[in-house]
Structures are given as C-alpha cells and as structure tokens.
C-alpha cells in the first residue's frame, strides 16, 4: 500500500510539474500554444487558462492527499 501511494505521489508531482510550467507567465507560456491567447471581448481569462487552473488544482489536491495517507501509513506501520 505504501508502495502504491509513493508512486502515486511521484505521478503526481510530475503531473503538477508540468501544469504550472503550462501556466501562463508576463511573457506567455505553453498555454497560448493551445488556444489561451485569445482573449475574449468580456476580459476575463481564456478558457484554456481556466480549464488549466481546475486541473492544477484537482491535481495539487491529490498530491497534498497522497502526501497526508502517505504518511498515516508510515506512521502506523512504525
């Protein structure tokens, strides 16, 4: 079980890795690559961006949860 959670928080550190570096900086990011440089006439963010912040969160979610059981279950096993 602790085997199964470590990689788990491997994939997800690797995934949340890679979504902040999508994210878009002052000077753009990997995001307008994808269609995130269109802005709509309302002002607010694309719906790229937004759909990118969702799943960096969903993402960092799972990582900090992984982290938490991660270490429930090292500890009990002391």
Do not use: C, P, Y
């Amino acid at each position: 079980m602790v085997l199964g959670f470590s990689i788990a928080l491997i994939v997800f550190s690797l995934l949340l890795m890679l979504l902040v570096l999508m994210h878009k900086g002052k000077g753009g990011g990997l995001s307008d690559m994808f269609g995130g440089g269109m802005q709509s006439s309302v002002g607010g963010s694309s719906v790229a961006e937004r759909n990118l912040d969702r799943i960096t969160v969903v993402v960092g979610t799972l990582w900090f949860a992984s982290i938490i059981v991660l270490g429930i279950l090292m500890k009990t096993n002391n």
